[in-house]
T-cell receptor, first 110, second 115 residues
């Protein structure tokens, strides 16, 4: 069993739909990261969470430390949101090494 | 600021050849990492460094070496390339100690094919 599990692995939706991507982890963490990877490969950080909820534009990320679960929500989805979304957790040791989920491939159709 | 810069972006190697992937960051970050991404798999940690002169193995270090002579640079050396090293490689950095849970910055990736 992977230490970080994402669901779904693939998601196709229509423009305007509300999107939810889930991430569960089984290890102790110091922080959880949501990352975005567009075709062509570059990876950018969307959120870093250690508790609660964060919002940036149409993106919302939540984390429940007790349940070891996080969700990434996209409101009013747009074709430009099409990308791979990756959940990663920082270990609790000093080096903050990341353990990654396999990613969720999101396609938003116009 | 350029952020994290990786070179080359694409490279084809023959089996047994060696090469170095370069990584430079201009943010004065202490912690740097090399990850590889294989199709359908999550990124895996190859090597990491918590400061100049300090490096350590990650999850998949075999066939690779690193050095960290300066804060800015963290090159990854592939010795005797094998087809199993065909992958996309990402360098990343964070500020480091005293600022845990910081945003992580990635380079744009290096696509390596070993034939």
């Amino acid at each position: 069993k992977n230490e970080v599990e994402q669901s779904p692995q693939n998601l196709t939706a229509q423009e305007g739909e509300f999107i939810t991507i889930n991430c569960s982890y089984s290890v102790g963490i110091s922080a959880l990261h949501w990352l975005q990877q567009h075709p062509g490969g570059g990876i950018v950080s969307l959120f870093m969470l250690s508790s609660g909820k964060k919002k940036h534009g149409r993106l919302i990320a939540t984390i429940n430390i007790q349940e070891k679960h996080s969700s990434l929500h996209i409101t009013a989805s747009h074709p430009r949101d099409s990308a791979v979304y990756i959940c990663a957790v920082s270990d609790i040791q000093g080096a903050q090494k990341l353990v990654f989920g396999q990613g969720t491939r999101l396609t938003i159709n116009p | 600021n350029a952020g994290v810069t990786q070179t080359p972006k694409f490279r084809i190697l023959k089996i047994g050849q060696s090469m170095t992937l370069q990584c430079t960051q201009d943010m004065n970050h202490n912690y740097m990492y090399w990850y590889r991404q294989d199709p359908g798999m999550g990124l895996k940690l190859i090597y990491y460094s918590v400061g100049a002169g300090i490096t350590d193995k990650g999850e998949v270090p075999n066939g690779y070496n690193v050095s960290r002579s300066t804060t800015e640079d963290f090159p990854l050396r592939l010795e005797l390339a094998a087809p199993s090293q065909t992958s996309v490689y990402f360098c990343a950095s964070i500020p480091g100690q005293g600022a845990w849970g910081n945003t992580i910055y990635f380079g744009e990736g290096s696509w390596l094919t070993v034939v």
